[in-house]
């Protein structure tokens, strides 16, 4: 049969996991207020990221006696930040179910070389038995997982009463899912993600319990200037109102009060992460009713609204073996970027071969319908021209 070409096309073709698309709407003449040239420690700079913090706590709905800070390292240095900074007084779990948070088992493991650490790793497409994790230690995880598709479906499985912190690397959540903040103390995420800023800077948030930690603990490894959250056993105050460790990018700072404007205009958090569900499930309809493909996520109950990560289950494609199924995938991913339909649709260089497509806030329904029914067509061209060459 001839694949029939698709009469709709998306508006916007940006679906990569990151840097993301920008929000509906967006120009560069919305930054015209950003102070270029301007220190950042001037009076206009403080206020325009004390600004960004302030509309950060206001739209993610953070509690008022967390601190909320901007750090350079994109989410990975806020990470690194809270890795450094807090573990090592007890011991610690470390929570994996996709490739960068693999990263922070490295981390703890081979790098802090933290003798009572425990790695639990999960595989592409799956998570960890939350039940065994032990919170008399601290617990490192991902809410989640951006190249696996997975995530935690809530915070329910983390207890109230917990002796250790809970650090959560939630770069491709906040925004799109509910955070349960009570049981975080410690939040970080890049706002290149579902906000669909630009990228090099990172969000850290520390509850109550983190700063107390911070206070009353002294890691028994250096810390660079860049992690130092404290001076002479006192949190640095300044750093969570605005006073940057190190020079960030005004204009960049302008990008994402830009972007959190709009999501406040739109209704605020409720209203962000009901955009990312309606993609969530305009694509999860399709898979449902597409025989070829199928969700890397194996259980509805963990599949991520914002990092859809897909698998090609055609037996056709499959009994060939990995490598052509990888060369089948990365054929409909060329056909749709030559098309100008999607962009950067591949899976992760890790992951297991197929496609990852990008559901967060900023993405239009209908540009995620529209995607579908190229994704078919790809499907059918690929697999003719597999028919020919055979």
């Known amino acids: 049969m001839t694949a029939m070409v698709p009469a709709a096309r998306p508006g916007c073709a940006n679906f990569s996991c990151g840097p993301c698309a920008k929000h509906p709407g967006w120009q560069f003449k919305n930054l015209q207020s ?4 301007r220190s950042h420690r001037a009076k206009i700079g403080k206020a325009k990221l004390k600004l960004a913090i302030d509309l950060t706590r206001e739209v ?11 750090l350079l390292g994109s989410d990975t240095g806020a ?11 007890r011991g610690v779990d470390v929570l994996a179910w996709e490739t960068f948070s693999e990263g922070w088992v490295i981390d703890v493991i081979e790098h802090l070389r933290l003798k009572n650490a425990r790695a639990m790793v999960a595989d592409f497409g799956e998570i960890v038995d939350l039940s065994s994790v032990n919170f008399d230690n601290d617990v490192v995880f991902a809410w989640n997982g951006t190249t696996s598709g997975v995530r935690v479906p809530n915070a329910d499985w983390i207890p109230a009463d917990r002796k250790g912190l809970t650090i959560c690397d939630a770069t491709s959540a906040a925004f799109a899912q509910k955070l349960d903040w009570p049981k975080l103390d410690v939040a970080t995420f890049s706002w290149q993600k579902v906000l669909g800023g630009e990228a090099g800077h990172g969000i850290l948030i520390l509850g109550p319990r983190a700063v107390e930690r911070l206070e009353s603990y002294t890691p028994p490894w250096p810390l660079p200037k860049l992690f130092r959250l404290t001076h002479e056993g006192k949190l640095i105050e300044s750093i969570f109102e605005g006073e940057t460790i190190n020079t960030p990018s005004m204009l960049c700072v302008e990008d994402y009060i830009d972007a959190l404007n709009w999501g406040k205009s739109l209704g605020g958090l409720d209203a962000l992460v009901a955009r990312a569900d309606a993609n969530a499930k305009a694509l999860s309809d399709w898979v449902e009713r597409t025989p070829w493909i199928d969700f890397l996520g194996k259980d509805p109950a963990f599949r991520s609204n914002t990092s859809i990560c897909l698998k090609i289950v ?10 052509a199924e990888a060369k089948f995938a990365k ?3 060329s056909l749709l970027e030559k098309e100008n339909i999607a962009y950067d649709i591949g899976s992760y260089r ?21 995607l579908t029914l190229w994704l078919d067509y790809a499907y ?9 060459a055979a």
Do not use: F, M, N
């Not at 950003?34 to 040239?37: D, K, R, S, V, Y």
């Not at 055609?314 to 490598?323: F, I, K, N, S, Y």
């Open 34 to 37: 950003a102070p270029l040239g």
């Open 60 to 70: 993610l709905q953070v509690p008022a006696d967390y601190r909320i800070g901007i």
């Open 79 to 89: 990470v690194e930040v809270a890795l450094w900074s807090l573990l090592g007084q």
């Open 314 to 323: 055609d037996p056709a494609v499959t009994l060939l073996g990995r490598e």
């Open 331 to 333: 054929s409909i991913v």
């Open 350 to 370: 890790d992951a297991p071969p197929g496609l990852r497509i990008w559901c967060g806030a900023t993405i239009e329904t209908s540009d995620v319908a529209a």
């Open 380 to 388: 059918q061209k690929t697999k003719g021209d597999l028919a020919k």
